[in-house]
């Protein structure tokens, strides 16, 4: 923790004094190699598939046909490529007890990856995520291309789970027909679901075979990413199946979900949103487990909903729409706060080096969330988008389906605005005071304290 604020200390320093003095395709396998496992027991990778948006004609068998939820970020510009893979093998079945009711069932699924190109891009760390399904269809939910490829992250995900699985042989029967994550219908409550999660990390630890997901990358730590249903469904994997087989990811991150009440060998870390914090009673820290929770946050913000909007539109022809009783999508951004969660938990995997702990949000005697006179919810992580608002974001909302995650965002008019920020030199001030003092704390990396910064100061905040 020592040595995080003394480099913190001086990236702060600089980032202050920059700003301030700146003023402001691979064929599939012939019939006879068609088992779908390698010949050592290890899951079988054919790929990269061909077919990018808008398609290649170069591959008449899936013309026209693309990853479903294929980026829309420039992953060139940044040195990243986007391939996906077939992952095939033969996986044990279990219970959410944990009970192993098969063995041997096969499978066959898909990883969609995007990673440097260069080997020297890359920190060396896989986000492994199991991508989220409660929409009916696989979810790049911790998909945050600005943090991720800033830092050098490889990001994969994991298709595990039937109603994904299903989605994608229905919306692309050229591309997706062949999968198979059912025993083909044997096992319909995602029972193959956690042994297939398990053996996606061994594919992506392998060096062989003629398929690579990673490519010329070498993984040195992989970390088991889940958001919502996904922390969920790996809590069962952590709590009751790992225990009798075999590691194969150094870390876990459970997000805006739950997480696993058993201490084992991996460190977990479990990040929530305001949204997700309903009670005092919580698992207190260890050697072994991390809980941050962020005020201001919701369970699925701004941050995503914009990334996915455009994706979703030309995917399933418009993005879900939803009248909420409030103004939807808190734009505090718990994504930040992953990053710096992110940084820690590598270096708890790699070097035993614990994070730095977070303080609660605080519940009022009603038992609900305690709050200031702006509605804002006291304790836990502060941003500068909550610690120095200009609008109220909180993790609360109704209305139809999903409307209860989406927290709020309601902006201060100009007079509370005037009030609170009489000068744009106060607002800027204390912005940076803020995030200086997250980043010392741990929560806050500085590049995205620095985007804040410049945000802040482009905002006009203040000014008559």
Not at 79 to 86: A, C, T
Not at 337 to 358: I, K, T
Not at 407 to 436: M, N, Q, T, W
Request: net charge negative; proline share 8%.
């Amino acid at each position: 923790m020592r040595a995080w604020r003394s480099t913190s200390r001086i990236l702060v320093t600089a980032l202050v004094t920059a700003t301030l003095a700146g003023g402001v395709a691979q064929a599939a396998p012939e019939p006879e190699e068609a088992e779908k496992t390698a010949a050592d027991g290890r899951p079988l990778v054919e790929g990269p598939i061909a077919g990018t948006v808008p398609g290649d004609p170069s591959a008449p068998e899936v013309a026209d046909t693309y990853p479903w939820m294929s980026t829309v970020t420039d992953l060139a510009a940044a040195g990243y490529v986007e391939e996906e893979f077939y992952l095939s093998g033969e996986a044990d079945a279990y219970r959410p007890t944990g009970e192993r009711v098969a063995s041997d069932v096969p499978y066959t699924t898909r990883l969609i990856v995007r990673r440097p190109t260069d080997p020297g891009r890359f920190n060396g760390t896989v986000l492994t995520e199991w991508q989220n399904v409660s929409a009916g269809y696989d979810l790049d939910a911790l998909w945050s291309p600005e943090q991720i490829m800033r830092e050098g992250y490889a990001w994969v995900g994991v298709s595990a789970q039937r109603v994904g699985v299903d989605q994608l042989r229905g919306w692309s029967p050229a591309r997706y027909g062949d999968l198979d994550v059912t025993g083909q219908g044997a096992f319909t409550a995602d029972e193959l679901s956690y042994d297939i999660f398990a053996q996606a990390a061994e594919a992506l630890r392998s060096r062989g075979g003629d398929a690579r997901p990673l490519g010329r990358l070498r993984a040195r730590t992989v970390v088991a990413v889940g958001a919502s249903q996904s922390a969920g469904r790996m809590t069962v994997y952590y709590d009751r199946v790992l225990p009798g087989t075999t590691p194969v990811f150094d870390a876990y991150a459970f997000i805006v979900g739950p997480a696993p009440s058993r201490r084992g060998e991996e460190p977990v870390f479990h990040v929530l949103s305001e949204t997700d914090v309903r009670t005092p009673v919580r698992r207190a820290d260890d050697d072994r487990y991390r809980r941050w929770e962020v005020a201001g946050t919701a369970h699925s913000g701004w941050h995503g909903q914009a990334y996915r909007k455009p994706v979703l539109d030309r995917d399933l022809g418009a993005a879900p729409e939803y009248a909420c009783d409030r103004p939807p999508f808190s734009r505090a951004p718990l994504h930040h706060v992953l990053a710096a969660a992110y940084h820690h938990l590598v270096r708890w995997a790699r070097y035993g080096s614990e994070p730095p702990s977070a303080p609660p949000l605080e519940f009022a005697a009603d038992g609900t969330l305690a709050r200031d006179g702006l509605g804002l919810a006291r304790g836990g992580i502060r941003l500068s988008q909550v610690e120095v608002p200009t609008a109220l974001n909180d993790g609360i909302n109704s209305g139809e389906t999903f409307c209860v995650l989406f927290g709020s965002h309601i902006p201060f008019d100009k007079a509370r605005l005037d009030e609170l920020y009489p000068s744009p030199g106060r607002y800027v001030s204390a912005v940076r005071r803020a995030d200086i003092r997250a980043v010392l704390d741990g929560h806050l990396l500085p590049a995205d304290a620095y985007q804040n910064l410049r945000d802040a100061l482009a905002s006009g905040i203040g000014r008559p």
